[in-house]
């Protein structure tokens, strides 16, 4: 496959609840070589809101806006969602491409039913519940110029319909888990393609 190339240009990665930079590490590497600067960007994930993640990442965007010609991110599970606050708290001038692994976007029916157990002590529960009301169901649409989005087939904590939003520019289903999706090749080239072109590659 001809790879995009542009060593100008910036790709924040982005992971989800309960993991750390580790797993997006296989999609960093992918990306490296690819683009000028590669930040695979973690935070604690588990005691705090959501909120508080999306003004973190504001300001790494607001940062790199000034130094690359375009900022692409690309986002797992509620990373998507963190992303979405973090735009809607600062949209680069030089946003390029978003693309999105299993997000949350109507919710997640797990964090639904932990919520009432777990929720006083990791927030971000109640806050992915797939209920009328919560956070992730209020959040307005992002304004992204081109957004894609992957879904896993056999995603246990996040439904397929969950993760579409009506307005991404494309949107495909892969095999695998709701995390072992990162891990796999057909995933890292399905994300560059989306990056480079706007949209996913698909078989003639």
Known sequence: ??????????????????????????????????????????????????????????????????????????THSMGGIITRLALAEFLPHRLGRVVMVAPPNRGSHIASRLAPWLGMICPPLVQLADREGSLVCTLPLPTVPELGVIAAASDYMVREPSTRLGCEADHITLPGLHSSLLFRQETAEQ???????????RAA
């Open 1 to 74: 496959m001809l790879v995009h190339t542009d060593k100008h240009e910036a790709v924040i990665l982005v992971h989800g609840l309960a993991a750390n930079r580790l797993v997006m590490q296989p999609l960093a590497r992918s990306l490296t070589g690819v683009y000028g600067k590669v930040v695979n960007w973690g935070y604690s994930s588990l005691w705090s809101r959501i909120e508080r993640h999306g003004k973190q990442l504001a300001t790494l965007l607001a940062q790199l806006d000034s130094q690359v010609q375009r900022v692409h991110l690309v």
């Open 191 to 201: 994300v560059k393609h989306f990056l480079a072109h706007g949209r996913f590659r």
